[in-house]
């Protein structure tokens, strides 16, 4: 059985995780096809704008590792798994596609890192999330201690992964952890909104973001230039031109 049900709606695909009887937990099996998926997305005919991940049905977003594959797993066999995460979670941070995280029950430990490699989260009023390894003796394995204090700061950070505490859309929301709280149709929208756009522009503009913010000002700022440059001669830049000219939606192509 496939580890994914894929539906496409036009530039956009929503990924489910095809896992609820094991709470959509993070298999070796899971995570080798997501990365294939994330391959297929980013690849150069580039179709695919933007991405929905989300949990089948409504305990569940993912709720971490499978702890239950992990119990017969080598301890070389979990480097191999982590090795084989942390290189998924990256490869969506890389993507020219947008991936948008709809946080839909339960999102602990490796979860949370799964969202957190997202570049939104939309979350549902009843979830919650929680970066809680220490509770298992361990601590996060997929990045989660590098992307949460990036995202919410370093106090807040600490706060949620000393403790292992789970937190609620409410103060996820409050905190930064995410982006919006709704439902399935609200991140379709968002995601529609964003298909809407120049697609090499939106790619452009994720990178100028993700990598600016490891440079100081003045070399951030000198990349979002080279970047911005990249778009002047784009056949997408006089369309937008041109459509806003006529009063009329642009049709934007890739080019």
Same mark, same amino acid.
């Given at each position: 059985?496939?580890? =994914?049900?894929?539906?496409?709606?036009?530039?956009?695909?929503?990924?489910?995780i095809? &896992?609820?009887?094991?709470?959509?937990?993070l298999?070796?099996? !899971?995570?080798?096809?997501?990365?294939?998926?994330?391959?297929?997305?980013?690849?150069?005919?580039?179709?695919?704008?933007a991405?929905?991940l989300?949990?089948?049905?409504?305990?569940?977003?993912?709720?971490?590792?499978?702890?239950?594959?992990?119990?017969?797993?080598?301890?070389?066999?979990?480097?191999?798994?982590?090795?084989?995460?942390?290189a998924?979670?990256?490869?969506?941070?890389?993507?020219?596609?947008? =991936?948008?995280?709809?946080?839909?029950?339960?999102? =602990?430990?490796?979860?949370?890192?799964?969202?957190?490699?997202?570049?939104?989260?939309?979350?549902?009023?009843?979830?919650?999330?929680?970066?809680?390894?220490?509770?298992?003796?361990?601590?996060? &394995?997929?990045? &989660?201690?590098?992307r949460?204090?990036?995202?919410?700061?370093?106090?807040?950070?600490?706060?949620?992964?000393?403790?292992?505490?789970?937190?609620?859309?409410?103060?996820?929301?409050?905190?930064?952890?995410?982006? /919006?709280?709704?439902d399935?149709?609200?991140? !379709?929208?968002?995601?529609?909104?964003?298909?809407?756009?120049?697609?090499?522009?939106?790619g452009?503009?994720?990178?100028?973001?993700?990598?600016?913010?490891?440079?100081?000002?003045?070399?951030?700022?000198?990349?979002?230039?080279?970047?911005?440059?990249?778009?002047?001669?784009?056949?997408? /830049?006089?369309? &937008?031109?041109?459509?806003?000219?006529?009063? /009329?939606?642009?049709?934007?192509?890739?080019k």
């Amino acid at each position: 059985m496939a580890e =994914f049900n894929i539906e496409v709606f036009g530039a956009v695909e929503r990924w489910t995780i095809n &896992g609820e009887a094991r709470r959509n937990a993070l298999s070796r099996a !899971m995570v080798g096809e997501l990365q294939q998926h994330v391959a297929r997305v980013s690849g150069a005919e580039r179709a695919v704008r933007a991405v929905v991940l989300t949990g089948a049905g409504t305990k569940a977003f993912c709720a971490g590792a499978d702890l239950k594959e992990r119990a017969t797993m080598s301890e070389d066999e979990v480097r191999a798994f982590l090795e084989l995460l942390r290189a998924t979670l990256r490869a969506i941070e890389l993507s020219d596609c947008a =991936f948008l995280a709809f946080i839909n029950g339960a999102a =602990f430990g490796g979860g949370t890192e799964l969202a957190l490699a997202c570049d939104l989260r939309i979350m549902d009023e009843a979830a919650e999330m929680g970066l809680t390894e220490v509770k298992l003796g361990i601590i996060p &394995g997929g990045g &989660g201690t590098q992307r949460l204090p990036r995202l919410v700061g370093k106090g807040a950070a600490k706060d949620l992964i000393f403790t292992g505490r789970r937190v609620g859309a409410e103060e996820a929301k409050a905190l930064g952890l995410v982006n /919006r709280v709704g439902d399935i149709d609200d991140a !379709m929208h968002l995601a529609r909104n964003i298909v809407e756009n120049a697609p090499l522009a939106v790619g452009l503009a994720k990178h100028a973001i993700d990598d600016g913010l490891e440079l100081e000002l003045d070399a951030g700022l000198a990349l979002e230039q080279r970047l911005y440059q990249r778009t002047l001669g784009t056949e997408d /830049r006089l369309e &937008g031109l041109k459509a806003f000219a006529e009063k /009329r939606p642009p049709v934007f192509k890739g080019k």
